[in-house]
């Protein structure tokens, strides 16, 4: 079975400028959640979603959101984009939304802001 | 809020020899508790985690975790170090948010094996 997919891979944008990031849980995952992974640091929770909506948010600006789909993908958007921004950003798919579920990652997207 | 110390943000072991990777969280109910691996330019393998089951957990590659309630600890261990596995490891702690869940990191620890 396919893993989570990630697109795309690398990124670059400029300050300023508006992101989309795409993610493709693992078939039969209807939960996905985003993290930030800042470099030399661990993963910082963005967003999760179950079944469309929206279950937690994490400490990130308004400038972050997400969205679900029918068939359970998500997008990630950014918008004015800062340098602070530029990180690897991992997409996790689960089961469910229960703390019991492991969650499962994908090869995560580097964006990097100029 | 749950959180989670790495004691170490680098370790160094010869091949063949112990690994240990320590692991402290803080939680006021009985966690799950997680051990990821990130390779270089890679995202986050799920190594083992642990569900309140059994206190030592085994995972992949020879890995294995004790779950220690009085020492609020979950330390990795690998009998013996091979060079494949040179990486980046996170300790992780399940916590509740909103009306979901989240993975909770520590900073991670490197580890660096030495031929």
């Known amino acids: 079975d396919a893993g989570v997919t990630q697109s795309p891979t690398h990124l670059i944008k400029t300050r300023g400028q508006q992101v989309t990031l795409r993610c493709s849980p693992i078939?039969?995952?209807?939960?996905v959640s985003w993290y930030q992974q800042v470099l030399g640091q661990g993963p910082q929770f963005i967003f999760q979603?179950?079944?469309?909506?929206?279950?937690g948010r994490g400490n990130f600006p308004d400038r972050f959101s997400a969205r679900q789909f029918p068939n359970y993908s998500s997008e990630l958007n950014v918008n004015a984009l800062l340098l602070g921004d530029s990180a690897l950003y991992l997409c996790a798919s689960s089961l469910a939304d229960r703390e019991s579920y492991e969650q499962y990652f994908g090869p995560g997207t580097r964006l990097t802001v100029t | 809020a749950q959180s989670v110390t790495q004691l170490g943000s680098h370790v160094s072991v010869s091949e063949g020899a112990l690994v240990l990777l320590r692991c402290n969280y803080s939680?006021?109910?009985?966690?799950?508790l997680f051990w990821y691996v990130q390779y270089p330019n890679q995202g986050l393998q799920l190594l083992l985690k642990?569900?309140?089951?059994?206190?030592l957990v085994k995972g992949i590659n020879g890995f294995e975790a004790e779950f220690k309630k009085s020492e609020t600890s979950f330390h990795l261990t690998k009998p013996s170090a091979h060079m494949s596995d040179a990486a980046e490891y996170f300790c992780a702690v399940s916590d509740v948010v909103n009306a979901g869940n989240m993975l909770t990191f520590g900073g991670g620890t490197r580890l660096m094996v030495k031929p």
């Open positions: 078939s039969g995952h209807k939960s």
């Open positions: 642990y569900t309140s089951a059994a206190t």
């Open positions: 979603y179950y079944e469309k909506e929206e279950r």
């Open positions: 939680s006021s109910v009985p966690p799950y």
